[in-house]
């Protein structure tokens, strides 16, 4: 009897639930219609490009358009696979991102430790202005005052080299020095954006565990290394590993800002190396592909480590 | 309370660190401002290094001036910036809101429809086509129409919004207000602050962007400062090239356009540091 009343029940539930439904979209009204125009932008120009995926399976021309073109499987990806491009473009860009992630990380942390130190707020507050105001500066402005200081002609650096003596150096067209400038842009850049999370995570520790820790006659050090940085240990964790999540990008604006035919060898990533095959050679097929295959293997690598991050005890980016 | 001599040399070494580091980040772009207004031939004559220049010319910011072409593309950059920026907020405000009612139906559905795109883009290719597509190659609008929505911003809108005062609304409510009057009475004044925290934050990512320009424009006369900027960047020195009869801009007036395009950046700076170091943005992607 109970089941039969409870199953009745249930029916008529779902017999009124539609037009309750209704009735409960009617009342939202004006939100749908003020989501609509954002989420119309969503549509078409985050999801409008999806269609055009499709191109990296075909042998695309663009006057027999996506329909007309042969469907090819997997030909452009082994194209890539195949060429020795693949082993340069990918060596390259995974490089570069490990260097900015052992490089880069390190002083982000530092400078928010000695922020923490400071007493005088003025002085805190200076020095949170310099050093954040770089990651508001465009790369290709930062390219200018690369060249400012780096010009073999007129750069400071070059300048100080000849008045010394020795020959100038051409830093930005060498493949020795051009990494090592990527890198350190990126850091001068944004030491101080990479600080403001961590000294978040500072201000988040028990403030009475340094009482204790002085009380028990704990130095400096000994606070710093057995409660500052496993207070932060988490938020470092967490960083790393979605860096490494993000390991196929190494910054596509910053090198495209920077780089010249010169130093290919050692600074052409996947991105730079899509534009040129699809924009300038019009491989729009080819360049699709390798760009499917890097944002899969991105995708991938984004979701394994929010799912390292949890594992961390850490609740995930999401 | 007394502190141990220990305790002040750290101290003092901690200051002396970070105020180095200050100028670290200060000297590259005071250093290119006395670039742009140092005459050459002084550059030249004290080896490069001109803290503080005996002579001040505002010559190679006379000919940027005079420059059309640099003219016309600080006028682009306004233009797309203030165009763009102001759909950008207006519409990552209402996305916001909209999706700041927890029961609302579809809610959820629309919340993963935005969070997918911060992990899986299409790629350049397919965007390139898509703008092709929409007849807006060669137009201002695949500059305005790129980055206009940011998930991340309207993520962070919609949780200041929810964190307003819950009984805000069912008080509006009964008070015989609708939905829109609320909106426009209590959240939009109450929200003031991170609309002018987004505001400034599209703008500079606006006014810094170049590779679209460059992607989607072929007229160079609708480039945008910082694309016009690059390709000048680019040029050879006067000095390299030999032949002293082309024109091409000097060190100092390749200075002097850097300087131009970082000034708005730094005129809206101290409004957005106000903000972000007050943790706006910090944790409000969550949940």
């Given at each position: 009897?109970?089941?039969?009343?409870?199953?009745?029940?249930?029916?008529?539930?779902?017999?009124?639930s539609v037009p309750r439904l209704l009735r409960v979209i009617w009342k939202y009204k004006y939100r749908y219609l003020l989501i609509a125009p954002g989420l119309l932008y969503i549509l078409i120009f985050k999801y409008g490009s999806l269609y055009g995926v499709s191109i990296a399976f075909l042998d695309y021309s663009p006057f027999l358009g996506i329909t007309g073109s042969d469907w090819v499987g997997l030909k452009?990806?082994?194209?890539?696979?195949?060429?020795?491009?693949?082993?340069?473009?990918?060596?390259?860009?995974?490089?570069?991102?490990?260097?900015?992630?052992?490089?880069?990380?390190?002083?982000?942390?530092?400078?928010?430790?000695?922020?923490?130190?400071?007493?005088?707020?003025?002085?805190?507050?200076?020095?949170?202005?310099?050093?954040?105001?770089?990651?508001?500066?465009?790369?290709?402005?930062?390219?200018?005052?690369?060249?400012?200081?780096?010009?073999?002609?007129?750069?400071?650096?070059?300048?100080?080299?000849?008045?010394?003596?020795?020959?100038?150096?051409?830093?930005?067209?060498?493949?020795?020095?051009?990494?090592?400038?990527?890198?350190?842009?990126?850091?001068?850049?944004?030491?101080?954006?990479?600080?403001?999370?961590?000294?978040?995570?500072?201000?988040?520790?028990?403030?009475?565990?340094?009482?204790?820790?002085?009380?028990?006659?704990?130095?400096?050090?000994?606070?710093?290394?057995?409660?500052?940085?496993?207070?932060?240990?988490?938020?470092?964790?967490?960083?790393?590993?979605?860096?490494?999540?993000?390991?196929?990008?190494?910054?596509?604006?910053?090198?495209?800002?920077?780089?010249?035919?010169?130093?290919?060898?050692?600074?052409?990533?996947?991105?730079?190396?899509?534009?040129?095959?699809?924009?300038?050679?019009?491989?729009?097929?080819?360049?699709?592909?390798?760009?499917?295959?890097?944002?899969?293997?991105?995708?991938?690598?984004?979701?394994?480590?929010?799912?390292?991050?949890?594992?961390?005890?850490?609740?995930?980016?999401? | 309370?007394?502190?141990?001599?220990?305790?002040?040399?750290?101290?003092?070494?901690?200051?002396?660190?970070?105020?180095?580091?200050?100028?670290?980040?200060?000297?590259?772009?005071?250093?290119?401002?006395?670039v742009s207004l140092t005459p050459y031939i002084e550059l030249v004559r004290n080896g490069g290094f001109v803290v503080f220049p005996k002579v001040v010319t505002f010559q190679a910011y006379a000919e940027l001036l005079q420059d059309t072409k640099i003219m016309r593309a600080l006028a682009n950059s306004a233009y797309v910036t203030i165009v763009s920026t102001a759909i950008g907020v207006a519409l990552s405000m209402?996305?916001?809101?909209?999706?700041?009612?927890?029961?609302?139906?579809?809610?959820?559905?629309?919340?993963?429809?935005?969070?997918?795109?911060?992990?899986?883009?299409?790629?350049?290719?397919?965007?390139?086509?898509?703008?092709?597509?929409?007849?807006?190659?060669?137009?201002?609008?695949?500059?305005?129409?790129?980055?206009?929505?940011?998930?991340?911003?309207?993520?962070?809108?919609?949780?200041?919004?929810?964190?307003?005062?819950?009984?805000?609304?069912?008080?509006?409510?009964?008070?015989?207000?609708?939905?829109?009057?609320?909106?426009?009475?209590?959240?939009?004044?109450?929200?003031?602050?991170?609309?002018?925290?987004?505001?400034?934050?599209?703008?500079?990512?606006?006014?810094?962007?170049?590779?679209?320009?460059?992607?989607?424009?072929?007229?160079?006369?609708?480039?945008?400062?910082?694309?016009?900027?690059?390709?000048?960047?680019?040029?050879?020195?006067?000095?390299?090239?030999?032949?002293?009869?082309?024109?091409?801009?000097?060190?100092?007036?390749?200075?002097?356009?850097?300087?131009?395009?970082?000034?708005?950046?730094?005129?809206?700076?101290?409004?957005?540091?106000?903000?972000?170091?007050?943790?706006?943005?910090?944790?409000?992607?969550?949940?």
């Amino acid at each position: 009897m109970k089941t039969i009343a409870e199953s009745g029940r249930g029916a008529a539930i779902a017999g009124r639930s539609v037009p309750r439904l209704l009735r409960v979209i009617w009342k939202y009204k004006y939100r749908y219609l003020l989501i609509a125009p954002g989420l119309l932008y969503i549509l078409i120009f985050k999801y409008g490009s999806l269609y055009g995926v499709s191109i990296a399976f075909l042998d695309y021309s663009p006057f027999l358009g996506i329909t007309g073109s042969d469907w090819v499987g997997l030909k452009w990806f082994r194209v890539f696979w195949e060429s020795p491009d693949f082993w340069k473009v990918t060596g390259n860009t995974i490089v570069i991102s490990l260097m900015k992630i052992a490089f880069g990380m390190t002083p982000d942390i530092i400078l928010a430790l000695l922020l923490n130190e400071v007493g005088r707020s003025w002085f805190k507050r200076t020095i949170q202005t310099l050093t954040y105001m770089p990651h508001f500066l465009s790369w290709v402005i930062i390219y200018g005052i690369l060249i400012a200081f780096l010009s073999p002609t007129s750069g400071l650096i070059n300048f100080t080299l000849k008045e010394w003596g020795y020959q100038p150096v051409q830093f930005l067209t060498s493949n020795d020095w051009f990494r090592w400038i990527i890198i350190f842009s990126d850091i001068w850049k944004d030491i101080g954006w990479g600080a403001i999370i961590y000294l978040a995570a500072l201000t988040a520790i028990d403030q009475q565990l340094y009482e204790a820790a002085k009380i028990d006659g704990a130095g400096r050090w000994k606070q710093t290394w057995h409660i500052t940085l496993p207070g932060i240990r988490n938020v470092i964790v967490l960083l790393l590993i979605l860096k490494m999540g993000t390991i196929l990008d190494a910054g596509f604006t910053q090198i495209y800002a920077m780089y010249n035919p010169l130093v290919y060898d050692t600074a052409d990533i996947i991105d730079t190396w899509v534009y040129r095959k699809g924009i300038i050679d019009n491989n729009f097929s080819l360049a699709t592909a390798v760009g499917l295959f890097k944002s899969v293997i991105g995708l991938l690598l984004v979701l394994g480590a929010n799912r390292l991050a949890k594992k961390f005890g850490d609740s995930g980016i999401w | 309370m007394r502190r141990s001599a220990g305790e002040i040399g750290f101290q003092t070494f901690n200051y002396i660190v970070l105020t180095l580091l200050g100028l670290v980040a200060l000297f590259p772009v005071f250093y290119v401002l006395v670039v742009s207004l140092t005459p050459y031939i002084e550059l030249v004559r004290n080896g490069g290094f001109v803290v503080f220049p005996k002579v001040v010319t505002f010559q190679a910011y006379a000919e940027l001036l005079q420059d059309t072409k640099i003219m016309r593309a600080l006028a682009n950059s306004a233009y797309v910036t203030i165009v763009s920026t102001a759909i950008g907020v207006a519409l990552s405000m209402m996305l916001a809101y909209g999706l700041s009612s927890r029961s609302m139906p579809g809610r959820n559905a629309i919340l993963l429809l935005l969070l997918i795109t911060m992990m899986f883009q299409g790629g350049m290719i397919p965007q390139y086509m898509l703008v092709k597509s929409l007849g807006l190659l060669n137009s201002y609008w695949a500059l305005i129409f790129s980055g206009t929505v940011s998930v991340f911003n309207v993520l962070v809108m919609k949780s200041f919004i929810e964190n307003l005062p819950q009984n805000l609304e069912e008080a509006a409510l009964i008070d015989g207000s609708t939905e829109i009057g609320y909106l426009f009475k209590i959240v939009l004044p109450l929200s003031m602050p991170i609309i002018a925290t987004i505001s400034l934050f599209y703008a500079v990512s606006h006014w810094n962007s170049f590779f679209e320009a460059i992607l989607y424009i072929s007229d160079t006369g609708k480039h945008p400062l910082q694309a016009v900027l690059r390709s000048m960047l680019n040029t050879p020195d006067p000095s390299e090239m030999g032949d002293m009869t082309i024109v091409v801009p000097t060190e100092s007036v390749k200075m002097a356009a850097v300087i131009i395009s970082i000034i708005p950046v730094l005129v809206i700076y101290p409004f957005l540091q106000n903000y972000f170091t007050k943790g706006v943005l910090l944790g409000s992607v969550k949940g």
